[in-house]
C-alpha cells in the first residue's frame, strides 16, 4: 500500500539492528511456547501453580518490553505509554492476566495445548530461525560480493603502480644504454612496458566505475531489498504467532464457558496485533542519519603523472576493443537468464500472495520460502549485469571519444575530422575494432610455439597458451586481449560490392600550417561497427580490363592500393584484379581488374545457428558469420519457402535454411584525401 512505511526506505545500512529484532521476536516466539508448554503441564495443578507461573511470565516480559518495542539502542525517548501503543506488548500483557484467571484449567486442555498450540509454535520457532539464518548468510554473502570488488579496485591500483614504477625503471635503463645494440633492445623494453602500464591505468579504470556501480546497487537495491525481506519475515512471524495464539484462546474458550469473558478479552486484544504498526513504532524509534559512501575517483601514481582519461592509443585501444567484446558476450548470455529469473520472481510472488489470501490452493510458507531464494538468486545475477554493463559503458565511452580523431601530441599540424552516418544512429561509431574475433581456445603446447603478440616461445603442458580454431594463431593467455580483432576466417568480414566499381566517402581533412603524404593513424570502417586500416586515396572509378600498378598488397583487409595510367590512386577490393609481374625484378606489380567471382546482391544475413552444409547445392552457415543473398527472381530470399540462396565468404553460392540466419544491413566509408 502507498505510503507505508519499509525498512529498506526509512532504515538504510541497519541490518543489525533487523536481525536483532528478529532475535527478539524469535525469544518472543520462544517465551510463548514456553508459557503454553508450563500451563499445559500446570492445568493438572490448578491454579496454585498456574499462578506461579503468569508471575514468572510477566517478570520475562517487563524484562524483554523495550527490545521487543523499541528496540536494544533507539534514537528517541520512550516511556511506559510508548510500550502501550505496541500491539503486541499489549496482547501479551492480556495473555498473562488470562492466566490468572484461568487457573480452573482441565487435563484435557492441557493435552490440547501441548499438541496444537506447543508444537506448532516450536515448529514456526524452527522454521523462522532458519529463515533468519538464511537472510544472515545472504547478507554476508552480499558483503562478500561487494568486498571482492572493492578488493579488486585495490589490486587494479597496486598493479598500475607497480607497472609505472617498471615505466620509470626502463626509462632509466634506456637512458643508461651505450651502444646501439643494448640501446635498441632497452628501447623495445620501454615501449612495451609503457603499453602494460596503459592497460593497467585501463584496468585501474574500469576497476574504479564497477566498484562505484557495485557499491550504487548495493547500498541502493540490495541492501534496501534485503531489509524488506527481513520486514517480509518479520510480518510473517508475528502473524503466525497471533493465529497460534488465536487457537489457544479458541481452545480454552471451547473448554471452559465459564472463562468465556475473560478468553473473549484475551481474544480481542491478540486479535488487534498489527505488525505493520509494531514495525512502525520500531522505526520511529530508531530512525538514523545516513549518507552513501563517496565515489571513488582515479588515483595518480606518485612516480608517474597521468590523468584519469583512459588511454585509446593504439595498443591499448586494441585491449579495450577485445575486453568490451567478451564483456558483451557475456552480457548477451546474461541476459535471457536474468529476464527467465525475474519471470520466476513474478510468478512466485503472485502465488505467495495467491495462497495467502486462500491457503487451499497450497503453502503459502513453502511459496515465501521459494520466493526470497528466486530474489536472492536475482540479485546476484544483476550484480553480475552491474558488473558488466559497468565495463561495457566505461570501455564504449572512451572508444566514442577516439573514433576518427588523430592525437595532437602526435601531428601537431594536423587535425582529421571524419563524421559517419549509419543505419541505426546519426552520431558518429565507436571505434571498436575490425569485429572480427578469434576463436581461441587453451592447448597444451608440447613443441614450442611463437606468441603472434610478444614473439617470445609459448611451451608448457599446463594449457600456458590459446591457438584460434579459425586461423591457427598462438599466443600467451595474457596476451589473448592485446592481440587485434582481425581473424581471417572470423564472422564480419568485409565482401567485395557487387559492382566492378568502387568509390569512396569523403572526409573532411583541415590542416592549419602543411600537408602529409600518408596519415598512418587514419582509419577507415568496413562493416557495421568493423575497422580496418586506412590508406590515404583519391577518390576514382575503375574499369572492367583495365590495367592498374600495385602500390600496396593486400594486407589482410581485403583491399589493394593501386594507381591507374591517368595517375589516379585509390583501394579496389582483392577479389576485383588479376596480379601479374613486371617484365623485370625491379618493375612494379600490374594488375588486371575483373568481376567478383559471384555477384551478390548487397544484401547480407547473419548466423544465429549453426547448420552444416547436406549437399552440393547447399552452403555450411557459422553462428554469427556473414552470408551475401543472390539477386534475381530465383535468387535470394525468392528462391524457395524456407530456403534461400546466398554467397559465402569463400565466395561458394549455394542455400541455406532461412531459419537459421538473420537479416543485417552494412555500410562501408573510407577515409579521403
Partial sequence: MSGERTYGEDLPDQVDRLVNLSDAQLELLADVRELYKDRAALERDYAAKLQALARKAAEKRSKKDSMLVVGSEPTKAWGEDTLQRSTCHIAYSQIISSILDSAQAHVNLSDALASQVVDVLKGTERRHEDAKKKQEQYFTKLLSERDRVYASRAKSKQKYDEECNEVETYRLKQERSSDDRHAERAAKQYEQQQVDMLNGKNSYLIAIAVSNKVKEKFYKEDLPALEDQFQTLHSQLITKLACIMLQAQALQKNHLDTLSGHIAAAEGKIGAISPRADQDLFIEHNIRAFMLPPDWSFEPCATHYDSGDMSVESAPKIYLQNRLTKCREKLGELTPIIDAKRRDVNQLAKMVEAYSVDPKLG???????????????????????????????????????????????????????????????????????????????????????????????????????????????????????????????????????ASGTTSATSASVSRSSSTISKLSDSQAVSGKGTFLPAKRINSQNVVEGSEVQVLEEDDGSGWIKVADQHGGRGLVPASYIELSEGPAATAPRVATVSPPRQQGSGQFVRGIYQYQAQGPDEISVTEGGLLELTGGSTGGTNYADGWWEGIDTMGKKGIFPSNYVKRVILFVAYLLT
Avoid at 429 to 436: L, S, V
Avoid at 452 to 464: D, E, N, T
Fill in 363 to 497: 503453502s503459502a510458507v513453502e511459496a515465501s520460502d521459494n520466493y526470497l531464494e528466486a530474489q536472492h538468486q536475482l540479485t546476484f545475477y544483476t550484480t553480475s549485469e552491474c558488473l558488466l554493463s559497468a565495463e561495457v559503458e566505461t570501455i564504449a565511452a572512451a572508444l566514442s571519444g577516439a573514433c576518427f580523431s588523430l592525437s595532437a601530441s602526435c601531428f601537431p599540424f594536423l587535425r582529421v575530422t571524419v563524421c559517419l552516418k549509419t543505419a541505426t544512429t546519426p552520431s558518429c561509431p565507436r571505434d571498436e575494432g575490425d569485429q572480427r574475433p578469434h576463436a581461441f581456445k587453451s592447448v597444451a603446447f608440447s613443441i614450442p610455439a611463437a606468441c603472434v603478440y610478444c614473439k617470445s616461445p609459448i611451451w608448457g603442458l599446463g594449457k600456458q597458451g590459446k591457438t584460434c580454431k579459425v586461423c591457427g594463431i598462438a599466443v600467451h593467455t595474457k596476451c589473448e586481449l592485446k592481440v587485434p580483432a582481425d581473424c581471417s576466417g572470423s564472422r564480419g568480414t568485409a565482401r567485395a560490392p
